[in-house]
């Protein structure tokens, strides 16, 4: 069984930046055989597809972008 998250990305360009969650990376870490990442792009002219599989950091620089704050 394939553990699947689609991250839809722009009409026009194919390397517009996504947000993927802790979670995310966590569950394609653990599953990395079975995980696979479907990014959705160009849908305005042409629909366009394509996958990435684990590790991520491998095809993609990822950045922190949120903080969790917690009460003293």
Known sequence: ???AAVRPATKVWVRTPFYISRN???VA???RSEWRLFRLWNF????KAF???P???AHVSLTATTF???FH
Do not use: F, G, K, T
Request: glycine letters at 0%; proline letters at 9%.
């Open 24 to 26: 995310e990376l966590a």
């Open 44 to 47: 305005s002219r042409e629909p």
């Open 1 to 3: 069984m394939i553990a």
């Open 29 to 31: 870490e653990e599953r």
């Open 68 to 70: 969790q704050a917690s």
């Open 51 to 53: 996958e990435l599989h």
């Open 55 to 57: 590790p991520l950091h």
